[in-house]
């Protein structure tokens, strides 16, 4: 069975400070996907990265960076410099190849930045 | 730019009325999904379509049903609302090929059943 595990139900930090969100997976499947959503109070779930099982290299995009380690069958998301409007609930995700691109979610990790 | 539409984001209904959910995407893509997402349960797919007038249950179908009829339109229907179904319900499109294809939600529809 296939099983995504966000240990961290809630994380408060000050702004500037560096926060890393973990993303746990379960699998068997050789070929899968790796998603983070963001979802802010509006309540709509924004796509941030993808990831596919074969693609280890980290990845940067400005203040948000990503960790993928098959070894250890995680996938965290670190955001460096936190601020106010990073406070959201965060998702990590995951599709296993050929079912039919049906995401698997973890619980979530609520993250609030304080100013 | 991408967009996933849901009609309606709140909406208050009766204990057994019959409740449409409308999704429509513009982006021609095959695949379309519904989830609901409650408090400590996370999101959990109801139902999902691969195509027109294609659908499978996901993994808490019970109480609901859909309706695709055109590509870009996917209906989810609750035929005998109950209070357990008060919920947020997030619709999400995407492109096939295996499942690689980023999937784009919708803002979700707030649903309070009283």
């Known amino acids: 069975a296939q099983k995504v595990t966000q240990a961290q139900t809630e994380i408060s930090v000050v702004e500037k400070e560096d926060v890393t969100l973990d993303c746990v997976y379960e699998?068997?499947?050789?070929?899968?996907?790796l998603f983070w959503y963001k979802q802010p109070p509006s309540g709509e779930l924004v796509f941030l990265i993808r990831?596919?099982?074969?693609?280890?290299q980290n990845e940067i995009s400005g203040r948000y960076s990503w960790n993928f380690q098959k070894s250890t069958s995680s996938f965290n998301f670190t955001i460096t410099a936190s601020q106010v409007v990073d406070s959201a609930v965060y998702f990590c995700?995951?599709?296993?190849?050929?079912?039919?691109?049906?995401?698997?979610f973890g619980q979530g990790t609520e993250l609030s930045v304080k100013p | 730019d991408v967009k996933v539409t849901q009609s309606s984001r709140y909406l208050v209904k009766r204990t057994g009325e019959k409740v449409f959910l409308e999704c429509v995407q513009d982006?021609?893509?095959?695949?379309m999904f519904w989830y609901r997402q409650d408090p400590g349960l996370g999101l959990r797919l109801i139902y999902f379509?691969?195509?027109?007038?294609?659908?499978e249950k996901g993994d808490i179908p019970e109480g609901y049903s859909v309706s695709r009829e055109k590509k870009e339109r996917f209906s989810l229907i609750l035929e005998s609302a109950s209070t357990n179904q008060t919920s947020m319900y997030l619709c999400?499109?995407?492109?096939?090929?295996?499942?690689?294809?980023?999937?784009?939600f919708g803002e979700g529809s707030w649903l309070t059943v009283v």
């Open positions: 999400a499109s995407s492109l096939p090929r295996g499942g690689g294809n980023t999937i784009y």
């Open positions: 699998t068997r499947d050789t070929t899968y996907y």
């Open positions: 990831r596919n099982s074969f693609d280890e």
């Open positions: 995700a995951l599709v296993i190849y050929n079912q039919g691109g049906k995401l698997i």
């Open positions: 982006m021609d893509h095959e695949n």
């Open positions: 379509s691969y195509d027109v007038k294609m659908k």
